[in-house]
């Protein structure tokens, strides 16, 4: 079992949609991040959460640091929010990132 | 300035050849990181250089050499490689061991032939 598994894998919705992308991780953290990357893409980091909840524009995300998840919410999606969103965790006293197998997400028109 | 840049975007080497990757922050980070990633992947640590000195080494095959001149540069050494090595290499950086961001560069797609 991965140390952080993410779901769904493979979600495609309408331009409008509201999207949920869940993340469960198994080991103690400092801090969650959430990292989108378009098709060939480099990474941009959306958020980093050690607790509660951040908005940026549409984007929403929440941590539970006592169940040992967070989900990213995309309010109104547009087909340009298609791209992998992928969780990723660091664990306390490491530089190390962990990362989920990540979301690929569709946006249609 | 939160950019992490890297160069070359498109590297094409062959297996005998020697080539290097390059990457600049000019955040102040003292943390900086290769990962490799094929397609439809997540990203895979190869090193992490903490405060100019390597501090992880995921058993990278020595093939791959590091180095990190200064605080603001990384650089990946590449020699005999092979095909399955071609993937995207990307760098990042962040302060280290604390609970900040990383920033990741837009990466380079490396051929093998």
């Known amino acids: 079992k991965n140390e952080v598994e993410q779901s769904p894998q493979n979600l495609t919705a309408q331009e409008g949609e509201f999207i949920t992308i869940n993340c469960s991780y198994s080991?103690?953290?400092?801090?969650l991040h959430w990292l989108q990357q378009h098709p060939g893409g480099g990474i941009v980091s959306l958020f980093m959460?050690?607790?509660g909840k951040k908005k940026h524009g549409r984007l929403i995300a929440t941590i539970n640091i006592q169940e040992k998840h967070s989900s990213l919410h995309i309010t109104a999606s547009h087909p340009r929010d298609s791209a992998v969103y992928i969780c990723?965790?660091?664990?306390?006293?490491?530089?190390?990132?962990?990362f989920g197998t990540g979301t690929r997400l569709q946006v249609f028109p | 300035d939160t950019e992490v840049t890297q160069t070359p975007k498109h590297l094409v080497m062959g297996m005998t050849n020697k080539k290097s990757l390059k990457c600049e922050q000019h955040?102040?980070?003292?943390?900086m990181y290769w990962y490799k990633q094929k397609a439809k992947k997540p990203p895979e640590l190869m090193f992490v250089?903490?405060?100019?000195?390597?501090?992880i080494n995921e058993s990278v095959p020595s093939r791959f050499s590091p180095e990190c001149p200064n605080s603001s540069l990384l650089n990946l050494h590449l020699h005999a490689l092979q095909p399955e090595d071609s993937a995207l290499y990307l760098c990042?950086?962040?302060?280290?061991?604390?609970?900040?961001?990383?920033?990741f560069g837009p990466g380079t797609r490396l051929t093998v032939t």
């Open positions: 990042a950086s962040s302060q280290p061991r604390q609970a900040y961001e990383q920033y």
């Open positions: 080991v103690g953290i400092s801090a």
């Open positions: 959460l050690s607790s």
């Open positions: 990723a965790v660091r664990s306390y006293n490491t530089d190390k990132l962990i």
């Open positions: 955040m102040g980070h003292r943390a």
């Open positions: 250089y903490s405060y100019e000195k390597l501090s």
